[in-house]
């Protein structure tokens, strides 16, 4: 029996305590994307906000334009109020967002 993996993209939300933001990306590893937030030696966004803490992870599709394209649209909202609906474990996204599956392995 031939068997194949199907790679998913994620979209995931970080949030900074200290400095009470939050940041939004998309990856195939959102976990070794958060250590390498914490940790990168280069000058970016999230490099002046550490530590970051992961709040959310989505399935947001097997390609990463799909997931780009999800993570833009949450982007263009500028809403805090929608990242705190996505962060609460009891929201389920629709509209838009409705692609997106939860994945419960992550704890706050």
Known sequence: MLGFFVFMYYLYII????????????????????????TSKFNTY???YRPWVL??????????????KIERFVKKQ??????????DEKFVPNGKLAQLVRVPQVRH
């Open 46 to 48: 999230t490099s002046k």
């Open 15 to 38: 949030y900074s305590e200290t400095f009470d933001r939050f940041y939004v990306g998309s990856s195939q590893a959102p976990w070794k994307r958060l250590q390498s937030h914490n």
């Open 78 to 87: 500028k809403s805090r109020a929608l990242l705190l609906k996505l962060i």
């Open 55 to 68: 709040k959310a992870v989505f399935e947001a599709g097997i390609t990463r334009g799909d997931a780009e």
